[in-house]
């Protein structure tokens, strides 16, 4: 009698490059869609409508929101880009998911608590 064969596959260099490159494949298409949102040089022209495209805000423009959520995305994009022009400044602001927010609504987002200070700053990078 003989005894049945058992077929055993070792994989080749082929396969292991195959793998490696779906793996960068992947990794590739989700730097991609990460990399879709503007970085800071890139604001000029920027649109509340990619916004909400972007950040994949629930909104549209039969929204009741919508109207105000546009008025604080252009209030806070020129900002951000009053500070992106100022030379003395290290670093540079960009556009985030808080952008479409009023002022009063990040503070009561973020909690925002006074620290106890000797001093009380007046203004912070340009706004009161």
Excluded: C
């Amino acid at each position: 009698l003989s005894s049945p064969r058992v077929l055993t596959t070792i994989p080749t260099m082929g396969t292991a490059y195959r793998v490696l490159a779906a793996a960068v494949a992947v990794v590739a298409l989700a730097s991609a869609a990460s990399a879709a949102r503007p970085r800071w040089h890139e604001l000029e022209g920027y649109t509340f409508e990619r916004y909400i495209s972007d950040f994949k805000k629930p909104y549209d423009a039969a929204h009741p929101m919508y109207a105000r959520r546009a008025a604080n995305f252009y209030q806070n994009l020129a900002h951000i880009q009053t500070l992106n022009k100022d030379p003395t400044m290290s670093w540079r602001a960009g556009v985030n998911m808080f952008t479409d927010m009023s002022t009063d609504e990040f503070k009561a987002y973020n909690r925002f608590k006074k620290a106890d200070r000797e001093f009380e700053p007046t203004v912070v990078h340009g706004r009161p």
